[in-house]
């Protein structure tokens, strides 16, 4: 089948490597445009963009959705169906028009939960054990076309969304080429979701990483592994931010919390700082990073900081 790519992230990448080693034919690839990325922010082409780039693949980078260029060339492509993994638009009827056999769209998710932009990091916040991928028939709205097919997977206890992410992308990757197969054959028929079940999944903004000991540690354990690597969970000590990579729920009985308020550092050793959350649990802060700095065992910067157990808290507010 003759097809458009559509993607930018390295979900997007996984995805359009499956369809480079199969029979399919990639009539060109649509990314967003180089933009600046990591701590230096230098300007940088997408993942997709550089796997495109490398395979000498046609590629544009529309800045809107109403770019002309977008549309001229879609038309000149002239694909049978295009294919969208993470792209970062929603696309116009006019786009959505040109591929006769449809536009099918890989989402990280069991359609109709976690519609939208961070379906991945949203299910591991919200303690999902059970997740999956979803191929479907684009429409103009947000994650609601019918569905194709879907495939589940189970979320590990301790898995970060980062980490949840690649394992989504590989399974998205042969759902995909399952999914084009079914369609040349005529095997799969499209199914409306059931819109009343629906979720949705915001994109996550930096602040959604602040921990605030005011949740359980189950509850807090969840929220830093949904936002690691992106956007970051974060502790304050002194009104400074200090990243957390790695943490667990402790089995600390909850008399040792008695009258200790959440926040409060119940002890700290070469295992991590044991931390006082909501209703008398406890997490264990294994691994840190300092602003400027290299990560660390938590107990290495907890020495160098001063803290002592069962005096010290983290701020329970945002700094500033």
């Known amino acids: 089948m003759r097809v458009v790519f559509m993607g930018t992230p390295e979900f997007g990448a996984t995805i359009l490597g499956a369809l480079l080693g199969s029979p399919h034919d990639i009539a060109g690839v649509v990314t967003r445009p180089d933009r600046p990325r990591g701590r230096g922010r230098r300007v940088e082409a997408s993942p997709v963009a550089v796997l495109a780039a490398s395979h000498s693949l ?38 959505l028009a040109v591929a006769p056999k449809g536009n099918i769209n890989v989402h990280a998710s069991l359609l109709p939960k976690y519609r939208g932009a961070a379906p991945v990091q949203d299910a591991i916040i919200k303690g999902e054990s059970i997740t999956g991928v979803t191929t479907m028939m684009m429409d103009e709205g947000l994650d609601t076309g019918d569905v194709l097919l879907s495939r589940e997977t189970p979320i590990g206890a301790a898995t970060t969304a980062g980490e949840l992410e690649e394992q989504l992308a590989c399974i998205g990757a042969d759902l995909l080429l399952e999914t084009l197969d079914a369609l040349e054959s005529g095997a799969v028929r499209p199914e409306p979701q059931d819109s009343a079940a629906a979720t949705y999944s915001r994109a996550l903004r930096p602040d959604d990483g602040d921990i605030l000991w005011n949740q359980t540690a189950f509850e807090t ?100």
């Open 58 to 95: 046609p590629l544009i980078q529309p800045r809107s959705r109403g770019d002309e260029l977008f549309l001229s060339q879609m038309k000149a492509w002239a694909p049978e169906a295009t294919v969208v993994a993470a792209f970062g638009l929603i696309l116009p009827q006019e786009i």
């Open 221 to 320: 354990h969840n929220r830093i592994r949904g936002c690691t690597p992106r956007p970051g969970a974060r502790l304050y000590f002194g009104g400074q931010p200090v990243r957390i990579w790695k943490a667990t729920v402790d089995d600390c009985a909850q008399a040792q919390c008695a009258g200790l308020t959440p926040g409060t550092v119940l002890e700290y050793s070469k295992s991590g700082l044991r931390v006082v959350c909501e209703s008398q649990t406890v997490l264990l802060v294994c691994e840190v990073q300092p602003a400027g700095r290299q990560r660390m065992p938590a107990a290495d910067w907890a020495r160098g900081a001063r803290i002592q157990g069962r005096e010290s808290r983290f701020d329970t507010a945002r700094a500033g």
